[in-house]
């Protein structure tokens, strides 16, 4: 009889658990059995790891296999543990020393040749290793720069399960061809890692060389008061809503929000790749996203395609793939209303948690959200009712799908207006690029995170209204006209401390060490779009 044990990793969402992979042979007939919640995929391993145990050199013991996932109440899915299964076979045949894998953490699927092939999740499947005490980790070795961005664990990376047991076995590395691709033709190593069509990028466009550049501030046109807002949500981390006519620069103005945004911290960064990794969309050759992601998914999204879920374990969602970036919703009257409301919860938490009856998994999802809409459904309505031929009933239906309670989350709501003639030919001046915008940006978020250096928000987006109302106070009567509008009606509690939290921003890009009541006056003209008396353009260059 021989029994041995090794260590994977079980994904739930974007966390890992820790699984240990039990191998026991006893006499009887030959059979395999795999028992711990194994799913469909898991479950196939068995065929898997029985050829490339052979195709790898090595014998396949002729005894009675149980192989035990514990602990069994978690559910398990993919062909990440293949490698594990293999060397725990392996060493209860006593083709392995049982010791020499009791400590290591394996993590990778493999061919029928005996070849490792790379698999989704590396990275938070090597971070919970790393929490449970684990020092070294074996993986395929086209996900080792991945592996490795996890501070104090050794990676080994292999090619194959033969190269493995030769290092177990103190044995001479063979050296195994590395299979390359044919020209023109698809890595199908790399099939496993990208699941293609999920809306996702770094907010970067192709240029006329086919190279990848960051799309500049400066081929807007016109649109200054928008341009404001779009510089006041970098600073902040304020959610923005853009409503005007087609062709006024929507779109062009969302996808250059993520270039105003700072580069990712080294913690974020680990954030936003663990979550890519697991759903996928990690950029080839590039272990670690740096930028700022930017999400913009079809107005015929679903709301588990929103805010995760699926069949069996729930996958991240466009709000966990736009985490510390952008999630741009264009058309967003023509998104399900069910799935727009789903984003109540994770813009007030930063957090989405999806429950289904294989679990529940906890997301990150602090994003900054972007709406765009059109007036009405034929585009042409204005505040003078011009050229619009939709009857007032389907102009209120159209504007009615943005829920009220969505819309009190929203900090900015910009009119876009039509460019004109002098706009879209540059005969009114310059505009600023996005690199001048984005030092002011950067800028200002260095003052909100100096002021809150000592509380785990580093944004002012993020700061919970009772902290802004008691910590840190505005000038004297700088929200007298907000109370008013309070009084009225015209705000909520909730959008009171969200203009409180606008204010804040205004002040940071401006250089006031607090608000004024022309920052918190700029603050309401953006949140209800009525005049305050004070301009609200972005700068222009002479």
């Known amino acids: 009889m021989g029994f041995a044990r090794t260590c994977s990793v079980a994904l739930v969402g974007v966390e890992g658990v820790v699984v240990e992979v039990q191998a026991d042979l006893e006499p009887g007939v030959a059979a395999f059995t795999l028992v711990g919640l194994p799913d469909k995929s898991l479950s196939e391993s068995r ?9 790898s050199g090595a014998e396949w013991p002729q005894k009675k296999l149980t192989v035990g996932l514990s602990p069994a109440s978690v559910p398990k899915g993919g062909s990440g543990f293949d490698l594990a299964v293999a060397c725990a076979v392996l060493a209860a045949a006593e083709r392995v020393d049982p010791r020499e894998i009791a400590d290591l953490m394996m993590i990778g699927e493999l061919g029928l040749d005996g070849r490792v092939r790379p698999v989704r999740g590396v990275l938070p499947a ?9 020092r070294q980790v074996v993986v395929p070795e086209r996900t080792t720069a991945e592996a490795a961005l996890v501070p104090g664990v050794s990676v080994l990376g292999v090619r194959s399960l033969r190269q493995l047991i030769a290092v177990l076995t103190d044995e001479p590395v063979p050296d195994e061809e590395e299979d390359l691709p044919q020209e023109g033709r698809p890595d199908p190593m790399l099939a496993g890692l990208s699941v293609p069509g999920l809306g996702l990028g770094s907010g970067a466009l192709c240029g006329a060389d086919g190279a ?15 341009r404001k807002a779009l510089e006041i949500a970098a600073a902040g981390g304020h959610h923005l809503y853009l409503k005007g006519p087609p062709g006024a620069g929507k779109t062009l103005l969302a996808e250059r929000l993520p270039g105003l945004l700072p580069p990712l911290s080294q913690q974020e960064a680990l954030e936003v790749t663990a979550v890519h990794s697991v759903a996928g969309v990690l950029p080839p050759g590039k272990p670690l996203v740096d930028a700022p992601p930017y999400c913009a998914p079809h107005h015929s999204a679903t709301m588990a395609s929103l805010v995760g879920g699926g069949n069996g374990q729930p996958r991240p969602g466009a709000v966990s793939l736009a985490h510390r970036g952008v999630l741009f919703l264009d058309e967003a009257p023509e998104f399900s ?4 409301d789903a984003l109540r919860q994770p813009l007030e938490s930063g957090s989405v948690v999806v429950a289904r009856s294989a679990g529940m998994m906890r997301m990150p999802a602090r994003f900054l959200l972007m709406l765009a809409a059109n007036p009405c459904p034929c585009g042409r309505h204005s505040q003078f009712g011009e050229g619009c031929d939709c009857p007032p009933a389907a102009i209120r239906r159209y504007q009615g799908r943005l829920s009220g309670p969505l819309l009190d989350r929203v900090d900015l709501r910009v009119r876009v207006e039509a460019v004109t003639r002098a706009e879209l030919t ?3 001046g310059a505009v600023e690029d996005t ?7 950067r800028e200002a978020r260095e003052r909100a995170a100096a002021r809150l250096g000592a509380t785990p928000w580093r944004t002012n987006g993020e700061v919970p209204g009772h902290e802004l109302r008691t910590r840190w106070h505005p000038l004297p009567g700088a929200l007298a006209e907000a109370e008013r509008d309070m009084e009225c009606g015209l705000l909520t509690a909730r959008g009171l401390d969200r203009v ?3 204010a804040w921003t205004v002040a940071d890009l401006a250089g006031h060490p607090r608000p004024d009541a022309d920052d918190v006056a700029q603050a309401l003209q953006l949140r209800t779009g009525v005049g305050r008396g004070v301009p609200v ?3 222009v260059r002479r």
């Open 426 to 428: 540059g005969r009114d």
């Open 337 to 340: 209303g069910r799935a727009l």
């Open 435 to 441: 690199a001048t915008v984005a030092a002011r940006v």
């Open 212 to 226: 990848a550049r960051v799309p500049d501030l400066a081929e807007v046109a016109g649109q200054r008061q928008a």
């Open 500 to 502: 409180l939290r606008v």
């Open 47 to 55: 065929d898997r790891v029985r050829a490339a145990v052979v195709n």
């Open 537 to 539: 353009e972005a700068g």
């Open 126 to 134: 090597v971070l919970a290793a790393a929490d449970a005490g684990y």
